[in-house]
């Protein structure tokens, strides 16, 4: 389904302040695979994330969505086969616009947009139906602007919009990072729920390990801007979080050992 | 009393044919959130073409004014390519293009800055021969059917699936591009549309005023920022999109008749771009300076105590 071979992006090229984001990625995806992806500050998760989507262009490798090469394709382009929720509940959704105006942005996800109305109003139902599944009583309120709701009101519209539209390839990321504890665990269930009921594949990256092991039913551990742990089915679901500090830690001590060798020489 | 009221109607008409292009930098100002600087040149350009065209070429009128509007539609979409292909920063690049209009405008002119159109019929004109109008009414009754064309025009547009993803886009770009809106397509459109109103605006004052003049766009953006701001300032800041552009129009009238009553007033026309720019600083420092009175105010070192 998504193929990823041998991604590397590096920022500011030939500075000092150069950094490797992306040391080469190798990656594949399988229909309906839910992956929760790991790793420190800096180890490229959201990079990877943002590569993906056509934030930034590759250095070099190659992104295959369904067996196209989507590599060289510019975001808005890659929006096609994409659904994305960011980090930040501001920055998914239009806030001086209407909620159902946003749905009908999200609705129009892929589509040659045109003169016709931006919004019609047969498509209203179907946004008030979707909108009383997240459970949060926004069906009443289609036509506040998004401004007044909350930052998890706005991050479960998010999600909603970004798979109004089956997307192939849903990218979250730590979307619920920026929630307290409990709008968290909401829009986490909503997003498994979302994620289960249209069988979508899925990458999350979280900072929560618990969530990480849980959810979805593949694991990739990241640093550096390297894959160093990738881990599914039972032995997944097997997983405790020690193990995944342990491995952390080993990943991370590699590197220490390595630096110290270098410095030995 | 009878000056006062010719003046006044002199100011409505001016005020509701400047409206046009008040509209114009609504589009780009208050739904792109892009200050665009190419205004300035390309209102003179759209009074350029028109002029030139009528005096020298013997256009139709009504034809010269659509041809000032594309001329003003391509002014906008240079700056649109040079804001969105190259990455120019929008003011800069509006700056770039007004710019290069002033020695465009003047070579559109023949070299001289300033053409009359006395001897000319214009639309205007005619429509005041054939009704038996005031040069001032015509204007307003030319003025007031273009403006309800163009906001219904306005209103249909930014209603669309284009004209949505155009707002879209001024209020966030992160998600629009998410959602498959190709974002630098929806700035060059924006700044198209909106200097083709402001070159309509410019051609449509020129066969009022019966003169074409280099100058005549010098200080636009500020009284297109002006109008916007009065106009929100009477209607109000929540009310429909169609009200919305009314009052931008509205707002336009108002400044021209305040201007009118201060150069009554024995204020030198001279003075009058600096009392239009402290309109707009002080309409863009208020609500920074209140919510900072606020802050201010509702600070207490003991933390709150009652409540």
Known sequence: ?265 | MNGLLASLQGAVAQGILWGIMVLGVYITFRLMDIADLTVDGSFALGACVCAVLVVNKQVNPVIALFAAMAAGLVAGAVTGLLHTIFEIPAILAGILTQISLWSINLRIMGGKSNLPLLKTETLISGLSDALGLTQAQASMIVGIIVAIIVIVFLYWFFGTEIGSAMRATGNNEDMVRALGVNTKMTKLLSLTLSNGLVGLSGALVCQSQKYGDVGSGTGAIVIGLAAIVIGEVLMGRLTPFYWKLTSVVAGSVIYFVIRALVLRMGMNANDMKLLSAIIVALALCIPVAVSKYRLKKEYSEGGEEEC
Not at chain 1, 54 to 59: K, L, N, S, T
Not at chain 1, 80 to 109: H, S
Not at chain 1, 154 to 183: C, G, N, S, V
Request: charge should be positive; glycine fraction near 10%.
């Open chain 1, 1 to 265: 389904m998504l193929t990823i071979s041998n991604v590397k992006k590096t920022f500011n090229k030939g500075t000092v302040n150069e950094k490797k984001a992306l040391n080469g990625i190798n990656l594949h995806l399988d229909e309906g695979d839910f992956v929760t992806i790991i790793g420190g500050n800096g180890a490229g998760k959201s990079t990877m994330l943002n590569m993906i989507a056509g934030v930034y262009p590759i250095d070099s490798g190659k992104i295959v969505i369904d067996g196209i090469n989507i590599s060289r394709e510019p975001e808005y382009k890659r929006a096609k086969y994409i659904g994305r929720v960011f980090q930040d509940p501001m920055r998914g959704t239009a806030a001086n616009m209407e909620i159902q105006e946003n749905l009908a942005m999200a609705f129009r996800r892929g589509r040659i947009r045109g003169l016709g109305w931006g919004i019609k109003s047969s498509e209203k139902d179907y946004y008030r139906e979707a909108l009383a599944q997240l459970g949060l009583g926004l069906q009443t309120r289609m036509t506040s602007k998004v401004g007044l709701l909350s930052g998890g009101q706005r991050q479960a519209l998010t999600l909603l919009m970004a798979t109004l539209q089956k997307p192939r390839l849903l990218l979250l990321d730590e979307h619920t990072a920026a929630l307290d504890p409990k709008t968290a665990k909401k829009v986490l269930e909503l997003t498994e729920k979302i994620v289960d009921e249209q069988n979508l594949t899925a990458m999350m990256v979280t900072h929560n390990m618990k969530d990480a092991i849980q959810i979805g039913n593949r694991l990739i551990m990241m640093h550096e801007g390297r894959i160093i742990y990738d881990v599914s089915g039972e032995e997944k679901k097997k997983l405790q979080v020690e193990d995944l500090l342990e491995r952390f830690e080993t990943a991370s001590g590699e590197e220490f050992a390595n630096d110290r060798m270098m410095l030995g020489q």
